[in-house]
């Protein structure tokens, strides 16, 4: 979907974008279009409404003579519209039309749960057969990148993998899954001048012993998609601690490898939090937050009397807050953890720092 969603140069039909799409793709003997899947209710969901998303925008797609709307952005901000295109594209793929651009190809396209093989074996017709072992109840395009990449390791004389995307995530996701997918893969990321190809393989067999398996916890944790960050804190100076203190990264390690967090490690969590704010001396944001407010208004008699002055952005979250936080963090990192799985159990979101409004959306805790 980052591929339709970077589109500048918008073509005048539906029918051109089909073909413009088409000839996008890498020109390989085999090719993989992952794109999202639009659930409701769920923490995806929940990110999309809250930056603004919605099927407000949505209109019927009758047809490849159907005019793109100019507004591309606004089209694509609909989930509605998005998987309208998905289909409508798979739809026209599916034509003997298109059977050209097929030859000697196969094309693996994601449609909802579904995966579908297209490829042209006389020269006239295109074929399209589901393929069930890519079939998965998994909403993200960047955790399924990783159900492919299993799926095509396991496939006969292939030696290296391509994956193109733009997107942090499916870099951390590679990084994680490299060693156990075994063949050779290539991160293709950025345009123009900054492109560049990355050896995930080599890449993740040169992480420290004592940090493998913490990047997708310290992602969650530092914030992402559907997890907040630590206001000016970025994931640098965060990252520098944990190369400092390998028990630390024990902790990270464990995130999303169980449904819930241990009280000893939301306290080493809490902890860490405090040294990420300059206070490696205590465990408790609680007293970090009131020994940094104190100092912001030192000489005043009643301290509190008047908070102006102060950027409570800059202050650590309570210790409430913190254990929220640490939740989502967890379910994230677990849905993460289970990329490779077709139809992952996962938890409810509403006991993991998430909540249903009365109209039955999913929101922040």
């Not at 073909?19 to 659930?39: M, V």
């Amino acid at each position: 979907m980052a591929l339709l969603q970077s589109l500048t140069n918008i073509p005048a039909t539906f029918g051109d974008l089909a073909t413009h799409l088409i000839l996008s793709l890498p020109q390989t003997q085999c090719a993989h279009f992952i794109t999202d899947t639009y659930k409701p209710n769920s923490i995806k969901g929940c990110e999309r409404e809250r930056r603004g998303s919605s099927n407000n925008n949505s209109f019927l797609l009758k047809g490849p003579a159907m005019k793109v709307p100019r507004n591309w952005k606004l089209f694509m901000s609909s989930d509605e519209n998005k998987k309208a295109l998905t289909s409508f594209l798979l739809n026209e793929f599916q034509k003997d039309s298109f059977a050209p651009r097929l030859f000697k190809r196969e094309l693996y396209f994601v449609c909802e749960d579904r995966c579908e093989l297209l490829t042209r074996d006389d020269g006239v017709f295109v074929t399209s057969r589901p393929i069930q072992d890519l079939f998965s109840s998994q909403e993200e395009a960047d955790t399924r990148i990783i159900l492919h990449c299993f799926y095509v390791s396991k496939q006969p004389f292939t030696s290296r993998t391509v994956i193109k995307s733009p997107v942090t995530d499916v870099f951390l996701l590679l990084m994680s899954f490299a060693e156990e997918i075994g063949k050779s893969i290539i991160f293709d990321t950025g345009a123009g001048n900054n492109r560049r190809l990355l050896d995930m393989s080599r890449l993740s067999s040169s992480i420290p012993e004592h940090l493998q398996n913490v990047s997708l916890g310290l992602h969650a944790f530092t914030g992402s998609d559907t997890t907040s960050c630590f206001a000016g804190k970025g994931k640098v100076r965060p990252l520098k601690f944990l190369k400092q203190d390998p028990s630390l990264s024990a902790v990270f390690a464990r995130l999303g490898t169980s449904e819930d967090v241990s009280e000893i490690d939301m306290l080493q969590l809490e902890a860490f939090v405090c040294t990420v704010y300059g206070k490696a001396s205590e465990n408790s944001v609680n007293k970090v937050r009131y020994d940094k407010i104190r100092q912001s208004f030192r000489g005043r008699q009643n301290f509190l009397s008047n908070t102006d002055g102060i950027d409570f952005t800059q202050l650590p979250p309570c210790k409430a807050v913190l254990h929220l936080h640490i939740k989502r963090a967890n379910y994230q990192t677990l849905l993460w953890r289970t990329s490779s799985f077709q139809f992952p159990d996962l938890p409810d979101p509403e006991k993991h720092g998430w909540r249903s409004t009365p109209s039955g959306r999913l929101e922040i805790q």
